[in-house]
Nanobody, 113 residues
Framework: QVQLVESGGGLVQAGDSLRLSCTASGRTFDSNDMGWYRQAPGKEREFVARITWSGDRTFYADSVKGRFTISRDNAKNTMYLKMNSLKTEDTAIYYC??????WGQGTQVTVSS
């Protein structure tokens, strides 16, 4: 069993930055790839970014490439998503995901124009 808790969401203006965190407890954190997904109102949940268990490879959705950076600190059982140059279309609930099959509860990010 893995418990994932996101934090760091909030209300910001377009062009601002935020850093989301996802802290894991339970089973070993550093043996699984981790990722971020998001769901905007009225839309399906979509992939945002993924990082391998060792942190040596990252993958991004085209919509966030160059603006978002995913990272992890296995010693702290924590994954991060640094979001720069935020746009109104980035407004969504952001979910942390362990590719062993666990989701966090989500954190709201709202970007105003």
């Amino acid at each position: 069993q893995v418990q994932l808790v996101e934090s760091g969401g909030g209300l910001v203006q377009a062009g601002d930055s935020l850093r989301l965190s996802c802290t894991a407890s339970g089973r070993t954190f550093d043996s699984n790839d981790m990722g971020w997904y998001r769901q905007a109102p009225g839309k399906e949940r979509e992939f945002v970014a993924r990082i391998t268990w060792s942190g040596d490879r990252t993958f991004y959705a085209d919509s966030v490439k160059g603006r978002f950076t995913i990272s992890r600190d296995n010693a702290k059982n924590t994954m991060y998503l640094k979001m720069n140059s935020l746009k109104t279309e980035d407004t969504a609930i952001y979910y942390c995901y362990s590719y062993s099959g666990y989701w966090g509860q989500g954190t709201q990010v709202t970007v105003s124009s």
